[in-house]
């Protein structure tokens, strides 16, 4: 990992992957290392440098002096320092899960400084505002879960789900929310069991590294409110909004109405496929994206 430095004597860690269009690659959670991600910019290598920057509080990057700062907004600002630190002309930004939320205000907050967006899996509608309209993705929530009944891993992986908010809130070590994440990830895929899949799901979790502050400060009450869509009015650039059919937590009744108020945006959704595209469908998403990215390119988006 390499670091950069940033004003007030902070720092952000990051690693490159790939050679072609600057590209900032936002990890989820939040508070998960930048690391997890390698399988998306290992997938998109060939057409995207991707810079994999810790969001602050992981890896060695430095903590925000405020909790409210791991909020999408704190963190979009937190990763546009970064982009001018490195001295990166406009990018495309592509972010997965809560790094996908992160995408999404990065471009609604810095028109100037992104090309394209691509969001992966995004949330964007948190429990309040889906309970003010119907409960729409809670119910979607609820029925991919309990699609999972079956499973060998369940019994122990549901509590751990049901319960999550108020383990993390008891939490005191990062270690506990990384043992947390890997026992419920199997909920994440549509098809866990595959081989190919628990192969790849494997190796993802040996990345995933927590900043448990983040967690904390998520589930104290930042997720709850979120609700992107007053925002997304103001992305200006081309948009890419990708979800699993089969996504229990940002599937259809997410990725529609975030799709649905960008001006312009394109929505595919991928069949048999959970939270993670890299894992579970890899040739399908990165075939979305190239062929999105060569759209752009034709337009003469990416030029210029």
Not at 44 to 61: N, R
Not at 144 to 164: C, F, H, K, N, T
Not at 234 to 252: H, K, M, N, S
């Amino acid at each position: 990992m390499a670091e950069v430095a940033l004003p007030g004597g902070r720092a952000a860690s990051y690693q490159v992957i790939g050679s072609g269009r600057p590209t900032l690659m936002f990890a989820g959670g939040p508070g998960f290392a930048a690391s997890y991600m390698t399988g998306d910019a290992d997938l998109l290598s060939d057409t995207l440098q991707s810079y994999l920057i810790d969001p602050h509080g992981s890896g060695t990057s430095t903590p925000p002096a405020d909790p409210a700062d791991y909020s999408p907004e704190g963190h979009a600002r937190f990763y546009e320092e970064v982009r001018q630190a490195l001295g990166l002309p406009r990018v495309v930004v592509l972010g997965h899960s809560f790094g996908a939320t992160t995408a999404l205000t990065y471009a609604s907050l810095f028109p100037q400084s992104t090309r394209v967006c691509v969001a992966v899996a995004g949330f964007g509608i948190g429990p309040d505002a889906d309970a003010r309209e119907g409960g729409e993705t809670g119910a979607e929530f609820s029925a991919l879960l309990d699609r999972q009944a079956g499973s060998p891993w369940y019994e122990a992986a549901r509590p751990v789900m049901d319960e999550w908010a108020e383990r993390i809130l008891a939490a005191s070590d990062p270690a506990e929310m990384e043992q947390m994440m890997i026992t419920v990830l199997p909920f994440y895929l549509a098809e866990p069991d595959r081989p190919e899949v628990a192969a790849r799901l494997a190796g993802m979790s040996r990345m995933l590294k927590a900043d448990l502050a983040a967690g904390k400060a998520w589930e104290g009450g930042l997720y709850q409110s979120v609700d992107l869509r007053p925002s997304l009015s103001r992305i200006q650039c081309p948009t890419l909004v990708v979800a699993g059919e089969l996504d229990f937590i940002c599937g259809p009744a997410q990725a529609r109405p975030v799709a649905s108020h960008i001006t312009g945006s394109q929505l595919v959704m991928l069949a048999d496929c959970g939270h993670i595209p890299s894992v579970e469908a890899p040739q399908e998403y990165r075939q979305a994206v190239l062929e999105f990215l060569g759209a752009q390119d034709r337009a003469g988006t990416l030029s210029g």
